[in-house]
């Protein structure tokens, strides 16, 4: 049984793919399942309500030489533990290569578009099979979540067909009531402890050489009041997450989905001096403008990873 999952702290994205991708191979006669590496922000919980689905299991600890396939993701710091022990057999993701290595040629279906899901309905169409109304609703959510709606600079064309195809056979009418319910059940954070609010959306990325290693989360919201109204608290979940962790540093990018601007919270005079230098903007009161940069994998890892680049 190949086991499939996504990134730890996974988003529709990466819960939506390993079980579309799950389906997919087991209708092409491979035996797989569905799996995720943590818990289920609120978008994606109230996805899975919608579709009357229950969550895949947590990964349990795989045996060295357990094959498995990733989904949305392909870096070993945001994956399984002992990924470098597994045999990893397929990879499906729309993000730059990262530092995976594998001991037999896997498939690998990589392509620079807004979500997984989209390739995933490439897969469809070129096995042959059409799209079951489960598959295309999840396909479809996770669209719609990590491109906020075609908002967000990583929108392709390809993506816009996807939305187009899936759903009418999602059965959703009405695309923009339905993205704007999904952004509300995401913007829904209550008493949501702080720690929790800051690893929902968060990444661990190794920067320069000798690699620096940098915690940089998002928090999409309709509702970027409730998130700086507890700012003290998040600053202190982000310190503490430095520490635990060993980080260099922690950035934590409040999105506001609606008006498409991006205030970060900067922690210290190590993450004030990196956002100057980098991004060319100062940070006042522990918040940095940045203006319309409101996607980490096209606008701020790029712009961390140049600023950390060795000279030549």
């Given amino acids: 049984m190949l086991a499939v999952f996504g990134h730890t702290n996974p988003d529709t994205d990466a819960i939506s793919s390993a079980l579309v991708y799950a389906h997919l191979l087991m209708r092409l006669g ?67 290569l990262g530092d995976l290595t594998t001991s037999q040629p896997p498939f690998l279906r990589f392509e620079p578009v807004g979500c997984t899901g989209t390739i995933l309905l490439k897969l469809h169409r070129e096995a042959g099979l059409d799209v079951e109304a489960l598959d295309a609703k999840l396909m479809l959510s996770a669209i719609l979540s990590d491109t906020l709606h075609f ?25 923009e009531a339905y993205a704007l319910a999904m952004f509300a059940a995401k913007s829904d954070l209550g008493d ?9 959306d968060y990444k661990v ?23 700086f109204g507890r700012k003290d608290e998040l600053l202190r979940a982000m310190d503490e997450a430095r520490a635990e962790d060993g980080l260099n540093g922690v950035l934590l990018s409040v999105v506001d989905i609606l008006n498409e601007t ?39 890892v790029p712009t961390l990873e140049r600023y950390f680049a060795p000279e030549a």
Avoid at 40 to 45: K, Q, V
Avoid at 163 to 175: I, K, Q, S, T, Y
Avoid at 192 to 200: D, E, G, R, V, Y
Wanted: proline share 7%; aromatic share 6%; charged share 20%.
């Fill in 151 to 175: 908002r967000s600079p990583t929108t392709t064309q390809d993506d816009r067909d996807a939305v187009a195809f899936l759903a009418p056979v999602a059965g959703v009418a009405d695309v």
């Fill in 30 to 96: 491979v035996p797989a399942q569905a799996f995720r590496l943590g818990d289920l922000n609120f978008e994606t919980a109230f996805v899975l309500r919608e579709l009357g689905v229950e969550a895949p299991p947590m990964l349990p600890a795989l045996a060295a030489g357990t094959p498995v396939a990733l989904v949305d993701h392909n870096e070993s710091g945001q994956s399984a533990p002992n990924i470098a022990e597994l045999d990893v057999t397929r990879v499906v993701d729309h993000h730059k």
């Fill in 205 to 227: 990325f190794p920067f320069g050489e000798p690699a620096q290693q940098w915690g940089v989360g998002v928090i999409e919201t309709t509702n970027p009041a409730y998130v």
């Fill in 262 to 300: 991006n205030r970060t919270f900067v922690l210290s005079a190590t993450e004030e001096k990196v956002i100057r230098e980098a991004f060319g903007v100062e940070a006042t009161d522990g918040v940095a403008d940045l203006g319309n940069r409101i996607s980490r994998k096209k606008q701020i």
């Fill in 192 to 200: 949501t402890p702080a720690a929790q609010l800051l690893k929902m």
